[in-house]
T-cell receptor, first 114, second 116 residues
């Protein structure tokens, strides 16, 4: 079974629209960590955020915000007023405190159209 | 300034050859990793290495072997290369081990390996 599911394979939005990237995870651990990474067309992987399972507070960083809900095992990522530079593949990931794995989702390819 | 660096950036080689990819981090991190990203962008962890403890993903063929001369370096050796090894390989590092608190990983730029 997939530990991290990103059901949206590709999304296209027009510049300045808001867009939400979904991430659903599966774990039996009580302590775990969730991440988002950005992979622009240039190919590098850029760390965006880490949340631990004990901190359900939503986080905002500029145009980026994250909504962590343990009740639905989701860690969604919203980009407000999208820009062309936001075009990238975005990966959600999970690390469990008891495990020796780092699980990436399959990624969501976001295209922002000018 | 580069936090995690890899060489080479591109590697083209023939089937059956042996090759190495080098990775260095200057972040003072204790844990390093290797990942494989296939043509569909799927990322899979291959190894993690922390204080001489090597954790291997059981799906990785034993033709792949990580070598760590010191805490700042984790090189990847690949023997008898096969067509299916073509992919982008990423090195990464984190302060803490897998499952630890400070475990956000910082990635190198990737090495695109093409096996002909």
């Amino acid at each position: 079974a997939q530990k991290v599911t990103q059901a949206q394979t590709e999304i296209s939005v027009v510049e300045k629209e808001d867009v939400t990237l979904d991430c659903v995870y599966e774990t039996r651990d009580t302590t775990y960590y969730l991440f988002w990474y950005k992979q622009p067309p240039s190919g590098e992987l850029v760390f965006l955020i880490r949340r631990n399972s004990f901190d359900e507070q939503n986080e905002i960083s500029g145009r980026y915000s994250w909504n962590f809900q343990k009740s639905t095992s989701s860690f969604n990522f919203t980009i407000t007023a999208s820009q062309v530079v936001d075009s990238a593949v975005y990966f959600c990931a999970l690390s469990e405190a008891t495990g020796n794995q780092f699980y990436f989702g399959t990624g969501t390819s976001l295209t922002v159209i000018p | 300034d580069t936090a995690v660096s890899q060489t080479p950036k591109y590697l083209v080689t023939q089937m059956g050859n042996d090759k190495s990819i080098k990775c260095e981090q200057n972040l003072g991190h204790d844990t390093m990793y290797w990942y494989k990203q296939d043509s569909k962008k799927f990322l899979k962890i291959m190894f993690s290495y922390n204080n001489k403890e090597l954790i291997i993903n059981e799906t990785v063929p034993n033709r792949f072997s990580p070598k760590s001369p010191d805490k700042a370096h984790l090189n990847l050796h690949i023997n008898s290369l096969e067509l299916g090894d073509s992919a982008v390989y990423f090195c990464a590092s984190s302060q803490d081990r897998l499952g630890g608190v400070d475990n956000e990983q910082f990635f190198g730029p990737g090495t695109r390996l093409t096996v002909l």
